[in-house]
């Protein structure tokens, strides 16, 4: 079951069904940090996740957080666009410090 476009914000923290993937794609259904702005998450029928690791090293494209008690990693390295039928729930958010570093991160990825 899809959850609705309108409750997946920018921030959320969703377990997303990532499989199949191929090669060195982070695998299986984990949480990802929603990085799509909630306005293309209003009206596209896909969004924009990073995936969340408790493994893993760390590296200056993930950045380190915690969430439900457990400490790990947003990896920027793995963003994906995923259809809106993947997420299964929202687990929460993350905080808005953490949210604003990745965000910030991944315009030093891209920028030239």
């Known amino acids: 079951m899809a959850i609705a476009r309108a409750l997946i914000a920018r921030g ?3 377990l997303i069904r990532l499989d199949p993937t191929l090669g060195s794609e982070i695998r299986k259904t984990r949480p990802c940090l929603v990085i799509s702005p909630n306005e293309l998450n209003q009206h ?3 969004v924009i996740v990073a995936p969340m ?3 893993g090293h760390a590296y ?3 950045i ?3 969430f439900q008690h457990r400490s790990g990693f947003v990896a920027l390295d793995q963003l994906r ?3 809106s039928a993947r997420p299964v729930k929202r687990l ?3 905080s ?3 949210t604003t570093e990745a965000l910030e991160t991944l315009q030093e990825m891209f920028a030239e």
């Open 81 to 83: 666009t995923v259809d």
């Open 44 to 46: 596209l029928r896909t």
């Open 53 to 55: 690791t408790t493994g």
């Open 96 to 98: 808005i410090g953490t």
């Open 12 to 14: 959320d923290v969703h």
């Open 92 to 94: 929460g958010r993350l």
């Open 64 to 66: 380190a957080c915690r």
């Open 60 to 62: 200056p494209w993930r």
